[in-house]
């Protein structure tokens, strides 16, 4: 007998946050960094979709919808909504690809439409990272395909200080989400407990929000903050020499106040 399955939840947003974090100084802690980026999280160059046309020759084809598009559009302009955020950039190439990121930027631009509380411009993506490298706070929230979105959320990583402190979560219709960090397991790290656990902390601070668990969430982020502030038990990414468990150790007593 064959029986019909209930439909995988379709994640259709990555969600990366870069906000300058207090004891971790950069080039960019003066003017502070508070940026978050919305990233489609389906298709693009991600699809998956290779052949080779001849021998030596590959074709990949970058897929672009006008359902995903609107799906990343609506859930970045309601979050700029909810959250006060008053400026959203769509960044794109659609000055070479006309048609895909051409239909993207529809999509961008019928959803600012009904936000209009919310302003809205657009960027070449090559622009946008020489403009945020140069001057991060004229950045709130920024919008874009799967690719570019991968990339940009590294690089904004780095404005605060590495992989280490940048969150992420992967957002669905209905509430479903998982949330992560963005540099991954990074086994080697854990292996010799040198990791930064503090993307994953923070990942998980936005999951407990997501959860209505906001006290809890804000319990964890002030020792976390602490820890960081005073730069006594921090790790090697950050300019300490503590371990992973030592780091971890320090949050935990400082929760138990």
Not at 93 to 115: P, T, W
Not at 192 to 206: E, F, H, V, W
Request: hydrophobic fraction near 40%; glycine fraction near 8%; aromatic fraction near 6%.
């Amino acid at each position: 007998m064959i029986t019909q399955s209930t439909p995988s939840p379709v994640l259709c947003v990555d969600t990366t946050a870069s906000k300058s974090v207090p004891g971790v100084i950069t080039p960019y802690s003066k003017e502070g960094v508070d940026c978050v980026i919305m990233r489609e999280n389906t298709e693009g160059e991600y699809s998956g979709i290779e052949h080779q046309v001849v021998p030596g020759v590959v074709q990949s084809v970058k897929l672009i919808t006008r359902d995903a598009s609107r799906n990343v559009a609506e859930y970045a302009f309601q979050y700029a909504q909810d959250h006060g955020r008053k400026n959203i950039v769509a960044l794109h190439k659609a000055n070479i690809m006309k048609m895909s990121d051409g239909m993207f930027l529809e999509q961008c631009r019928e959803v600012a439409a009904r936000y209009p509380e919310i302003n809205y411009r657009e960027m070449y993506l090559d622009s946008a990272c020489l403009k945020i490298v140069s001057d991060p706070s004229k950045f709130d929230v920024m919008l874009m395909p799967n690719l570019y979105g991968d990339i940009f959320s590294d690089l904004t990583a780095g404005l605060i200080g590495g992989l280490g402190l940048a969150p992420s979560g992967n957002m669905g219709k209905d509430g479903i989400a998982i949330y992560e960090a963005v540099h991954g397991t990074a086994d080697d790290l854990v292996e010799a407990n040198k990791g930064n656990p503090t993307a994953l902390l923070m990942s998980g601070l936005m999951m407990l929000r997501h959860m209505g668990l906001k006290s809890q969430a804000d319990k964890i982020e002030a020792a976390v903050l602490e820890t960081l502030t005073e730069r006594k038990v921090i790790t090697g990414d950050i300019g300490g020499t503590a371990t992973n468990p030592e780091y971890a150790d320090e949050i935990c007593r400082k929760i138990r106040g």
